[in-house]
């Protein structure tokens, strides 16, 4: 969670990475990249990566989604898949991080129970209202949801998702009633504040940037450190002093446990490769988002400090998922 421990992330876009010969009769078939979410959600990010990953590797990266359970029924199967390289997961921070915060009965633990490869792609949440509500920044907000306390209310995308923790740790810190209007998806939230129906939404600024640029969202702040580069003019909430710590979704490369380690060094540094191009780093960014470059024991670290982090937050506000 706290992004700001530069040194858990290891971010080492500006080092060259050393050669690293390709591991001896691997990979011999396709590669099947698992994302534990229907098409059309942060499995862009994969698609994005996958050609040139496939012309690095000498197979096709196949990218293959398998939603359900919040990745709990992906993230199984990825751990019992043989562990030779040739099946891998590309997931987000709520399946790998938040799940085993908030499922009492969780069928694994993907942070124990998986081997990192990467943390490869960020994207920082932005706070968004309705432009005819009467929020205009942040302070406002605040002082406003404070003042008529059970008034105001947010749509919630998903239930146990970044966005709903981070909202709730919020409320919790400034003794905000605020309560959640809860959606089955993104979009349908997005519409809610789009008609005024609700008029606060804690968004993923890739999601929400079209109807930010639109003008049917009005963007108040995001929650990484710095400003976005695609939102120069919006403040951040710890420039204003809202949050101590930054939030931002992430998405990673995992494989099962016992897969080779040179194989699981081959993968991160061709990852970082092309997270290194200047085609990857432009269509990332085009959608709000950007690429991290770290190697698997970065990641780990990291995994298990944002694990450690939501399981706090939800403890704290009494957050579980049936």
């Given at each position: 969670?706290?992004?700001?421990?530069?040194?858990?992330?290891?971010?080492?876009?500006?080092?060259?990475?050393?050669?690293?010969?390709?591991?001896?009769?691997?990979?011999?078939?396709?590669?099947?990249?698992?994302?534990?979410?229907a098409?059309?959600?942060?499995?862009?990010?994969?698609?994005?990566?996958?050609?040139?990953?496939?012309?690095?590797?000498?197979?096709?990266?196949?990218?293959?989604?398998?939603?359900?359970?919040?990745?709990?029924?992906?993230?199984?199967?990825?751990?019992?898949?043989?562990?030779?390289?040739?099946?891998?997961?590309?997931?987000h921070i709520g399946a790998i991080t938040i799940n085993t915060a908030i499922f009492p009965n969780m069928p694994l633990d993907p942070v124990a129970d998986l081997a990192a490869i990467a943390v490869a792609v960020t994207s920082p949440l932005v706070w968004v209202v309705n432009p005819a509500s009467p929020f205009t920044s942040m302070p406002q907000l605040v002082a406003k949801v404070k003042a008529?306390?059970?008034?105001?209310?947010?749509?919630?995308?998903?239930?146990?998702?970044v966005n709903h923790l981070t909202v709730e740790d919020f409320k919790r810190r400034h003794a905000l009633d605020m309560p959640a209007v809860p959606y089955r998806t993104t979009p349908q939230a997005q519409v809610a504040v789009v008609a005024g129906e609700v008029p606060i939404m804690l968004d993923s600024l890739?999601?929400?940037?079209?109807?930010?640029?639109?003008?049917?969202?009005?963007?108040?702040?995001?929650?990484?450190?710095?400003?976005?580069?695609?939102l120069p003019?919006?403040?951040?909430?710890?420039?204003?002093?809202?949050?101590?710590?930054?939030?931002?979704?992430?998405?990673?490369?995992?494989?099962?446990?016992a897969t080779p380690p040179e194989i699981v060094q081959h993968l991160n540094q061709v990852i970082n490769q092309v997270?290194?191009?200047?085609?990857?780093?432009?269509?990332?960014?085009?959608?709000?988002?950007?690429?991290?470059?770290?190697?698997?024991?970065?990641?780990?670290?990291?995994?298990?400090?944002e694990q450690a982090g939501f399981a706090t937050i939800a403890r704290a506000g009494n957050i579980q998922v049936e």
């Open positions: 969670m706290r992004l700001s421990r530069r040194t858990a992330l290891g971010v080492l876009a500006a080092l060259p990475l050393p050669a690293l010969a390709q591991p001896r009769g691997w990979p011999t078939r396709p590669i099947r990249c698992v994302v534990p979410s098409a059309g959600g942060y499995e862009v990010y994969a698609r994005i990566m996958a050609p040139r990953l496939s012309e690095l590797l000498g197979q096709p990266l196949v990218v293959e989604n398998k939603p359900g359970a919040n990745g709990n029924i992906a993230m199984p199967e990825v751990q019992r898949s043989t562990p030779d390289g040739h099946t891998i997961m590309f997931g008529e306390p059970d008034k105001w209310r947010y749509a919630l995308p998903s239930s146990g998702s890739g999601a929400g940037y079209g109807h930010i640029a639109g003008g049917r969202f009005r963007a108040l702040a995001v929650t990484s450190r710095a400003r976005s580069e695609r003019e919006v403040p951040s909430m710890v420039e204003l002093g809202l949050d101590p710590r930054e939030f931002v979704a992430w998405y990673a490369f995992m494989a099962p446990k997270l290194a191009e200047e085609q990857t780093i432009t269509r990332l960014r085009d959608l709000g988002a950007a690429p991290r470059r770290t190697t698997p024991a970065e990641s780990l670290a990291f995994m298990r400090t």
